[in-house]
């Protein structure tokens, strides 16, 4: 189990490095949007050349096929996840959008309890809920809209907010689902990072894609693809090499839910100590309570 935890925990840092590139690309006039895509083009061959390595395809036809579905209608609602919470992010506070769009966390962990029968005590709720409560607390500071902001009144905002948590939920579930199936795991990681990668790319293709090449908007400016390739590396990194393996371990010791509640929280707080020591930026005293109860909550949870 302490393998599982580790080897989640290393994809939690790893994405630390897509924050950074998400903050390059802002600061760069890099459209990250394309950037995202761009990568899943590359990681679907990439993916493939894997998973052949793997033996992903020598196993039952019907298992990687199956795991194959999966993460290819997760892939395409990763990809909803990202627009629902831009337009939320125009109409509200980007902070606490962020912090419900993430609180979709929990959805691999209700699956793992109510739907495979892992145990649950009391403690690990608590830990579960003291992680949640620091993401959304980490986001509660006032921040300016951005420039393209939609005048809007009332709680649009928060609906498209609870929608990008439905989608984060459902999306994650679709990853972890093959480790807790009978032979999922034989099919290896590989697979699943080409079907999120494929549905990603089929999700772009069919609806942002058609307006960039109307608008004249698809272009690659300088430093593109650097940040295409730094994302692709990122991406291979977390989820071949390090996420699904240690979910597979925690799913095996009966806790499989509990792998993206932990990698996202380390995420959370590496990312946070990479924005106060290199950008500079100042955290105010709510961020720093919700911070400190994303590590309490780490911490807890590891020590089931």
Request: net charge positive; aromatic share 14%; hydrophobic share 55%.
């Amino acid at each position: 189990m302490w393998l599982g935890f580790l080897l989640v925990s290393l994809a939690g840092i790893c994405w630390i490095g897509t924050g950074i590139v998400v903050s390059m690309c802002a600061k760069r006039g890099i459209n990250y949007t394309i950037v995202q895509m761009l990568s899943n083009l590359i990681l679907v061959p990439v993916c493939l050349i894997f998973a052949f390595f793997q033996g992903g395809f020598n196993c039952d036809r019907e298992i990687y096929l199956t795991v194959l579905g999966f993460c290819f209608i997760g892939g395409i609602g990763n990809y909803f996840t990202f627009l629902l919470t831009e337009a939320a992010m125009k109409r509200g506070p980007n902070g606490l959008v962020w912090g419900i769009m993430q609180a979709g966390m929990i959805g691999t962990f209700l699956m793992g309890v109510f739907c495979f029968g892992e145990k649950a005590s009391w403690c690990s709720w608590l830990f579960l809920f003291i992680v949640l409560a620091g993401v959304i607390l980490s986001g509660l500071k006032k921040e300016n809209k951005p420039e393209d902001a939609v005048k809007s009144s009332g709680l649009a905002w928060l609906w498209f907010s609870i929608a990008a948590m439905v989608c984060v939920a459902f999306t994650q579930c679709t990853v972890v689902f093959p480790s807790f199936m009978k032979g999922g795991t034989d099919a290896g990681s590989a697979i699943r990072l080409l079907g999120l990668s494929a549905g990603a790319v089929l999700a772009f293709s069919a609806t942002t894609l058609p307006a960039l090449l109307k608008k004249h908007e698809f272009y690659i400016v300088k430093g593109t693809w650097t940040m295409t390739i730094l994302t692709v590396l990122i991406s291979i990194f977390a989820s071949i090499f390090f996420f699904v393996y240690g979910v597979d371990r925690l799913a095996a010791a009966g806790c499989g839910g509990l792998g993206y509640p932990v990698a996202i929280g380390v995420c959370l707080v590496g990312f946070s100590v990479y924005s106060l020591c290199i950008l500079r930026e100042k955290l105010s005293k709510i961020e720093i309570i919700g911070l400190a109860a994303v590590t309490l909550g780490i911490i807890g949870m590891s020590l089931k």
